[in-house]
């Protein structure tokens, strides 16, 4: 299997060549070049995987430069009820992410994926802690080291350092807003007191953090010799592992392989969605992929309008359901880049429309640069967007009509679903945090404290480990070169 990229570089490299990377070199993102089929007599034998088998499955489609066996190990030990323990009272753990039905009403089914079980009870976890066993099954190989600089407003950053934690060959290097995140988001990074995790809390906001890395990554030469590297959600591990859990779902809500379901997923980045687009692509029944977003809706107005527009800095509102506080969709050009048929001189162009222009039109009206957008519905895309009073309306409804306290972000998705559910198709909602992440709605909602899983009920109490910095580039260089050594 060999990889392209959207933006028509020439080189094809494969599985571990891209792993340990980000953009290709012209600044376009990884896709295989053609995706791998599954066939239903394949996806029948696969019901009865357990979450680690199907892992492994999917991913050895992809990875075919990696052994088999060893693939089956990595999958083994980064899919274990342990790892994914914090489910709700009553969830069977051992299935990783459990299923259950929300609500049913004639023949519209509702159902509840719950992919945030993991160490930072956000979805997150479901790709990086496979990161993380994968960079240190690939560092050994190659006898090589990587230093992880990243930035971050929550979680992305704190699973990032659960992931790389304790792990041989890796040090991770995470700048966040000093006094920023909210008390639990920052007991859960600072606590951790494992040698290879260095906490920044900068003086500054999130922009200031990612100026710095920014800063760091232009200079080619630092980057090159302290190893650097990062673990952003265009990361194509990262959307296989995700792959997975579109596979389960659909496993788990039907019983043979001729029915189809639906998917609404909480977007922000694109990522999570994508990775359902390739599920789809590789020929899962997926009827349905509704793209939820908050009031930061430039993903809704293009499915909408065919228009993407990405919106400035003071155009990108704080929300209730921050994770989803995006003003460009990173993962967006890898669907593009199938919209378009595989033209890559056309997403070439496009992209660089967005960087002079700030988006693209494909519409089809007179001056637009494209007609492609009368083809979104043949990738089953749907879209819809939710407000803070409907956020808070969806998790005081669920609450008193199924007992179930649910996060801002799947509240978000919620929503969104119950307006697209069809009779007779399934609704699988992917619920993408757990409501003790995002406490503070959960209370103004209900009035009570969202529960926290066990082993969660002290964490700001406990020692915390970080260095306050300037939000300047040559101090955070010498900090990491001090400790590298190298
Ligand atoms: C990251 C995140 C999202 C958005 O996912 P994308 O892959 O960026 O679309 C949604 N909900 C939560 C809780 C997240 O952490």
Redesign the pocket.
Known sequence: MHYLSTRGHEAAPLFSDILLGGLAPDGGLYLPQVYPRVSGEELDAWRRLSYAELAAEVLKKFATDIPARDIESLAAKTYTADVYRNGRPGDDVSRITPLRVLEQSGAQTLLLQSL?NGPTL???DMAMQLLGNLFEYTLARQRAELNILGATS???GS?AEYAMRGKAGIRVFMLSPHRKMSAFQTAQMFSLQDPNVFNIAVDGVFDDCQDMVKGVSSDLAFKARQKIGTVN?INWARVVA?VVYYFRGYLDATRSSDQQVSFT???????????GHIARMMGLPISKLVVATNENDV?HEFFQTGVYRVRKSAETLHTS?P??D?SK???FERFVHDLLGGDAARVRALFRKVDTDGGFDLSGKPGSDGDEFAKVGRFGFASGRSSHADRLATIRDVDARHGLVV????A?GIKVAREQIEDGIPMIVLE??LPA??NETIREALGRDAERPAGFENIEALPQRFDVMQADVETIKRYVAERTGL
């Open positions: 945030s956000a979805f997150k929550g979680d992305t699973a959600s995700q997923v909480p977007s922000g980045n694109f990522g999570n969605i994508c990775a993903l359901s994770s989803m995006i969709a990173s993962n996060d801002t972000h799947t978000d993408t945090a992440k995002f």
